[in-house]
């Protein structure tokens, strides 16, 4: 299956974060990389998405969407550092 880049997530999570989530950078807490969440590769499905690290694709985030609901789990994601405003 191929992947979408993380601005796909614009969306999803945007309404839970005080900030743009897709210039929002994160680093992985398994290989260390840090990058812009729109950088990362998505896989999408009918019920959310699954965010995955550009450089060792361990699992960083995972975003459900149901019930008009968002569910956020971010358990490869050591930080994730909004941008500062323009």
Not at 11 to 40: H, K, M, W, Y
Not at 41 to 51: C, F, I, T
Request: with cysteine; proline share 6%.
């Amino acid at each position: 299956m191929g992947h979408l880049d993380g601005n796909v997530l614009a969306g999803p999570i945007g309404d839970l974060l005080s900030f743009e989530p897709t210039t929002a950078r994160g680093e992985c807490a398994g290989c260390g990389d840090v990058a812009a969440l729109a950088q990362a590769a998505v896989y999408g499905h009918p019920m959310g998405y699954v965010v995955r690290c550009r450089s060792c694709d361990d699992v960083l985030m995972v975003v459900v969407e149901r019930g008009g609901r968002t569910m956020l789990r971010m358990p490869g994601l050591r930080r994730l550092e909004g941008a500062d405003p323009v």
